[in-house]
């Protein structure tokens, strides 16, 4: 199949070629890959049950009604969608071998693949301010982090992610595909599709978009939140209580894992991009958009203290009913 291509004999300087279909590659001779996809597969079941699981106890306790958990629900949201906009698709196309894409599916899954990993990132940003406002300055922090403010934050960033993932794509659909038309990733990844076009279109406002868009994706919130947790530390050294140092560490701890696990593969991959292997590329990328989808819920509920007492709370509730309705009359 790598030898697709369009038929270079359409191009015309007013010709739009649009082929009917295109071929995801994915990965290049390596052997037992089913068992990888396999992975995927049982990592994906895990994430839609966690972040079902946090999402549901969010919406049943009152007391987790704060505005920080706004940010939360809309995580585990998000990774729900990234995780089935993403998995389900990847599997039908390698455990079946149905690697063949329509022009307008390839479209829709690049905005929204791209879409929910674009909102994991800004819901990671949003967490990131609420921790700085809670921490360096405690006395503000229910004026300035109010249900208003985190519902508008998180309007803007859906809006914003949704503007910018439409332009990316009507980039593409200006572009003419009248060479290649196997995409060497394992879906329709952007850099990989666009380039495909060079050959016959001006790609450079293409190039643009690939870079501005990790660069507000990527780059500028790891910056935001770099530099919130230097403010955070310097607020944390004039605590003067140790138990109030702890407990005020401990509320962040598990955020900083969730960016860790979130940014640093992703970014590490962009910038090495030139001299990283495609097989190794795509490993990488796919297990970035599975991971962290299922370990946001296992850390939040592990790590947050509320959140704990929360499920407690519920589980005691939940057993206090069925023995209740076991009780004979």
């Given at each position: 199949?790598?030898?697709?291509?369009?038929?270079?004999?359409?191009t015309d300087i007013?010709?739009?070629?649009?082929?009917?279909?295109?071929?995801?590659?994915?990965?290049?001779?390596?052997?037992?890959?089913?068992?990888?996809?396999?992975?995927?597969?049982?990592?994906?079941?895990?994430?839609?049950?966690?972040?079902?699981?946090?999402?549901?106890?969010?919406?049943?306790?009152?007391?987790?009604?704060?505005?920080?958990?706004?940010?939360?629900?809309?995580?585990?949201?998000?990774?729900?969608?990234?995780?089935?906009?993403?998995?389900?698709?990847?599997?039908?196309?390698?455990?079946?071998?149905?690697?063949?894409?329509?022009?307008?599916?390839?479209?829709?899954?690049?905005?929204?693949?791209?879409?929910?990993?674009?909102?994991?990132?800004f819901n990671l940003?949003?967490?990131?301010?609420?921790?700085?406002?809670?921490?360096?300055?405690?006395?503000?922090?229910?004026?300035?982090?109010?249900?208003?403010?985190?519902?508008?934050?998180?309007?803007?960033?859906?809006?914003?992610?949704?503007?910018?993932?439409?332009?990316?794509?009507?980039?593409?659909?200006?572009?003419?595909?009248?060479?290649?038309?196997?995409?060497?990733?394992?879906?329709?990844?952007?850099?990989?599709?666009?380039?495909?076009?060079?050959?016959?279109?001006?790609?450079?406002?293409?190039?643009?978009?690939?870079?501005?868009?990790?660069?507000?994706?990527?780059?500028?919130?790891?910056?935001?939140?770099?530099?919130?947790?230097?403010?955070?530390?310097?607020?944390?050294?004039?605590?003067?209580?140790?138990?109030?140092?702890?407990?005020?560490i401990k509320t962040?701890?598990?955020?900083?894992?969730?960016?860790?696990?979130?940014?640093?593969?992703?970014?590490?991959?962009?910038?090495?991009?030139?001299?990283?292997?495609?097989?190794?590329?795509?490993?990488?990328?796919?297990?970035?958009?599975?991971?962290?989808?299922?370990?946001?819920?296992?850390?939040?509920?592990?790590?947050?203290?509320?959140?704990?007492?929360?499920?407690?709370?519920?589980?005691?509730?939940?057993?206090?009913?069925?023995?209740?309705?076991?009780?004979?009359?």
């Amino acid at each position: 199949m790598s030898s697709l291509t369009s038929d270079p004999n359409q191009t015309d300087i007013n010709t739009i070629i649009r082929p009917p279909y295109f071929f995801i590659s994915g990965f290049i001779a390596i052997p037992y890959m089913k068992y990888y996809y396999c992975f995927l597969c049982f990592v994906y079941i895990i994430s839609l049950v966690g972040n079902t699981f946090v999402m549901t106890g969010i919406y049943v306790d009152r007391s987790l009604h704060s505005p920080k958990y706004i940010a939360v629900f809309n995580l585990a949201f998000t990774d729900v969608c990234e995780s089935t906009a993403l998995v389900p698709k990847l599997l039908d196309m390698f455990l079946f071998s149905r690697q063949l894409i329509s022009y307008n599916q390839c479209l829709t899954s690049l905005f929204f693949v791209f879409l929910f990993i674009t909102m994991q990132s800004f819901n990671l940003t949003i967490l990131s301010y609420d921790r700085l406002v809670a921490i360096c300055c405690p006395l503000r922090y229910h004026m300035m982090v109010t249900h208003r403010s985190m519902l508008q934050l998180t309007g803007a960033a859906w809006t914003f992610a949704v503007l910018m993932m439409l332009i990316a794509v009507c980039l593409i659909t200006r572009l003419s595909f009248c060479r290649s038309l196997v995409i060497d990733s394992y879906f329709c990844d952007h850099g990989p599709l666009f380039r495909l076009a060079a050959p016959c279109s001006d790609v450079v406002p293409n190039i643009v978009m690939s870079y501005l868009n990790p660069s507000i994706v990527l780059y500028f919130p790891m910056v935001f939140i770099v530099s919130s947790y230097i403010c955070i530390t310097h607020a944390l050294f004039t605590i003067t209580l140790p138990q109030d140092r702890l407990r005020a560490i401990k509320t962040c701890t598990s955020h900083l894992i969730l960016v860790a696990i979130f940014f640093l593969p992703v970014i590490f991959t962009y910038v090495l991009h030139p001299i990283i292997p495609t097989n190794a590329r795509i490993i990488n990328l796919s297990l970035t958009s599975v991971l962290p989808p299922m370990l946001n819920p296992i850390i939040y509920v592990l790590k947050t203290e509320e959140f704990k007492v929360s499920i407690k709370k519920l589980l005691r509730r939940g057993a206090q009913r069925a023995v209740t309705q076991v009780k004979p009359t």
